[in-house]
């Protein structure tokens, strides 16, 4: 019997063991994904990001902001986007998360990156991945905001002018985006829906899971059995 007992306890710390590797694990996946069977066009269904100034002009800008909402409580570590041209003189762009605040994009990102990509992209399709400043919590069944826009407004050169062109995608399950415009003497207009049907941009939000209560259970039965084995073999 006590055979028995002893392999049932080592059973359970291996798999507790297995489930603490699990989550100290560094792998990332896709929480959420607007990814799809689409075939690239360019410049079709894609949507335009960024900053343009023109001496004798206020300078202006565009953003987009996709709503998402989660299946399960995750972290999110990065974001991966299905890049189809990039115009720059110099990296000009915001990726973040911001919570939702009656239907609209919250006032403080809860986390977001200003990516500083290589080279120019022209006509081509490509997905990059962005590594966001620290992850974040997103609780499940709320709703959320994925945010892109310029991140600096140069008004004096033509230094930051850039445009990035983020592919769309044709699921209509997946909600219509908002775009506000910006006016350099008038600051950002309010965010709106596009005059006529425009899909989803494409972007997948990758992390983890947050474990859910069986597996906290668990890791704390195993706690709780290694700690008396240790105890046995001290006596």
């Known amino acids: ?60 800008g565009r953003a987009v902001a996709s709503s998402f909402t989660l ?3 995750s972290y999110v570590n990065s974001v991966t986007l299905d890049v189809l041209h990039i115009y720059e ?33 022209l006509n081509q399709k490509q997905s990059i991945e962005y590594s966001f400043a620290f992850r974040a919590l997103l609780e499940a069944n709320q709703q959320y905001w994925f945010v892109m826009q310029p991140s600096t407004f140069d008004t004096d050169t033509e230094n930051h002018n850039a445009f990035y062109f983020v592919s769309g ?35 997948s939000l990758n992390g983890s899971a947050v474990p859910e209560p069986s597996t906290w259970a668990l890791l704390g039965l195993g706690s709780a059995l290694f700690w008396c084995a240790a105890r046995r073999r001290r006596k």
Do not use: C
Not at 92 to 121: F, H, K, Q
């Open 71 to 73: 299946t399960s409580s």
């Open 169 to 203: 995608s044709g699921v209509s399950s997946f909600p219509s985006p908002l775009i506000r415009d910006y006016n350099g003497s008038v600051g950002w207009s309010d965010w709106t829906t596009y005059s006529t049907y425009m899909p989803a941009p494409v972007f």
């Open 89 to 121: 003189n110099a990296p000009n762009l915001e990726l973040a998360i911001y919570p939702d605040n009656g239907g609209l994009p919250g006032l403080t990102p809860l986390t977001s990156v200003e990516p500083r990509p290589t080279g120019t992209l």
């Open 1 to 60: 019997m006590g055979t028995v007992i002893h392999a049932a306890m080592n059973r359970i710390l291996f798999i507790t063991f297995a489930a603490l590797l699990g989550l100290t694990s560094s792998r990332a996946d896709a929480v959420y994904s607007t990814y799809g069977p689409d075939p690239y066009t360019p410049y079709f269904n894609s949507h335009g990001v960024g900053w343009l100034f023109l001496p004798g002009s206020p300078g202006g």
